[in-house]
């Protein structure tokens, strides 16, 4: 066991005025199974490569063992999966590689395939095989769930609860409460650890920030009653001493300079002392809601259809060539419908989603859309987005007022409209999509893995917004949470 002590760290981006983070201090024990969450844009993924020394910074971070990262880069994803992993770790023997492979439900034939014929998740799997290769070493693990389907992120859940000695940042909740025993969380105003899995975390801040809420009302009367009693007491001690200089009593007699002195002395006093009060309270409020995350609800746009029916596949074959990617697929969509479109990677998901929004994919079978069918599309996809905020609203002919107000209620700051779009965070990206979608007035929403990156607060709120509006929708979804949540039916693939 060894220690990571971060003292007052502060850190920015070169070229901005705002401080990611602002003399934070914490310690970590290297034998955690630490999970790591926060919203969009908080630094979590900036904060690993603090770690790995990418970044100049003032403060110090001290440990007495090096850090490794997921995922790695790989240079040739030509080369065999077994000459890729020499490359990342060469000081292994073959039978611990073996172990590794067998527990995460990879044959060993994979090893003499080039990389780049596995699919995402064969690939995120046989990385994380090299990673647990290193010995003496901190693991930073980065959202290794994003091309992992259900039943792959179970079993690496399964894999990561066997080790320990890492950072795993992941916003699935599932997942993360599986395979973690600490809780590493960028809060708005500072960083926290606690003991326990993400549900024992969640359940702690809504227990707190329901305290904060409720003295944060009290305080609110008490400064209230406070500031018009001193304002009360301002005023009498201010005809009090008038009294005092040297005027006359209501009756028209001269009062007694002594008494009057005495008694303008004293209300002063205590118009003191209730002003003192009133600034402490204020202070003691100002420490309160620090960390409660604004919430706020999200709109959706569904339009109403004319037929109870708005789409139907039968029997339907997908093929890219020679290969087919899905056979036999059945699916029924009507309004008011929230389907989760379920399978394994590479079973042809995404290929039915783009073939019920109508891109020209080669398929066999019988497929029918109802007519003047609008639909809303969110794409797995985020590494075309480019340019500002506002054009793009304008390219996709939608209301720019609207779409920014949905990205603030998202956590976008002010700031963030001015950057490019290529450089916002992943989970950010995401958000932009999905803001899209809810500016479009639809028949049916059709969105392919939309919490690719997103933080778990944005998920509830997503969750929340489908609940109450009900809109029809048709998604390919792996955080089994949000699928047990939403969907009214689930349709294998």
């Known amino acids: ?74 240079q040739n994803k030509k080369d065999n999966t077994i000459h890729v992993i020499d490359s990342i770790c060469g000081d292994y023997l073959h039978w611990q590689l073996m172990r590794e492979l067998n527990l995460l439900d990879i044959a060993e034939e994979v090893l003499y395939r080039p990389f780049d014929t596995l699919s995402n998740g064969e690939q995120t799997k046989v990385l994380l095989a090299a990673l647990f290769l290193k010995e003496n070493s901190f693991l930073l693990i980065d959202e290794p769930t994003n091309h992992l389907d259900m ?185 008011g419908d929230r389907i989760a479109l379920c399978g394994k990677n590479g079973s042809g998901k995404s290929s039915v989603l783009k073939l019920i929004c109508g891109e020209q994919i080669t398929y066999a079978g019988s497929f029918r859309k109802g007519s003047q069918l609008k639909i809303s599309y969110v794409a797995q996809d985020t590494g075309f987005l480019r340019g500002k905020l506002t054009e793009y609203a304008y390219a996709m002919g939608i209301d720019e007022s609207l779409f920014k107000a949905i990205l603030r209620k998202l956590d976008f700051s002010r700031l963030q409209f001015e950057k490019d779009l290529s450089d916002f965070s992943r989970g950010q990206q995401k958000k932009v999509l999905i803001a899209k979608s809810l500016c479009e007035q639809a028949n ?5 893995e939309p919490l690719n990156y997103i933080d778990v607060l944005s998920r509830i709120q997503i969750e929340e917004l489908l609940f109450k509006y009900q809109p029809t929708i048709l998604f390919v979804e792996h955080d089994r949470t949000f699928s047990q949540n939403i969907a009214t039916k689930l349709v294998n693939i």
């Not at 993924?45 to 790989?74: C, D, M, R, W």
């Not at 049916?444 to 392919?448: C, K, Q």
């Open 151 to 335: 039943n792959a992120r179970k079993l690496v859940s399964d894999y990561l609860k066997s080790k320990q000695g890492f950072i795993l940042v992941s916003h699935d909740r599932t997942f993360l409460d599986n395979c973690i025993d600490h809780i590493l969380s960028i809060n708005k105003m500072n960083i926290e650890i606690q003991k326990g899995n993400f549900s024992s975390w969640w359940r702690n801040k809504e227990m707190q920030d329901n305290f904060e809420l409720a003295e944060n009302r009290m305080l609110q009367k008490d400064i209230k009653h406070l500031t018009q009693a001193a304002r009360q007491a301002s005023d009498w001690s201010d005809k009090t001493e008038k009294t005092k200089i040297g005027g006359k009593q209501s009756s028209g007699v001269k009062g007694d300079k002594g008494y009057i002195g005495h008694k303008a002395a004293k209300m002063m006093t205590r118009a003191k002392a209730i002003e003192a009060r009133q600034h402490t309270a204020i202070e003691k409020k100002s420490q309160l809601l620090k960390n409660i995350e604004r919430v706020d609800d999200l709109k959706i746009s569904p339009l109403p259809y004319h037929t109870e029916r708005l789409a139907e596949l039968e029997n339907i074959s997908i093929s890219y060539g020679n290969k087919a990617v899905c056979t036999g697929v059945n699916l029924t969509i009507e309004r």
């Open 444 to 448: 049916l929403f059709i969105w392919d």
């Open 1 to 74: 066991m060894s220690l990571v002590n971060v003292t007052n760290l502060t850190f920015s981006y070169e070229g901005t005025y705002d401080n990611i983070f602002e003399n934070v201090s914490f310690q970590i024990d290297t034998d955690w199974k630490l999970g790591f969450t926060g919203r969009n844009g908080r630094g979590k993924t900036t904060f690993l490569h603090l770690l790995l020394g990418k970044y100049q910074y003032s403060g110090n971070i001290s440990a007495g063992i090096s850090f490794e990262y997921f995922p790695f880069e790989v």
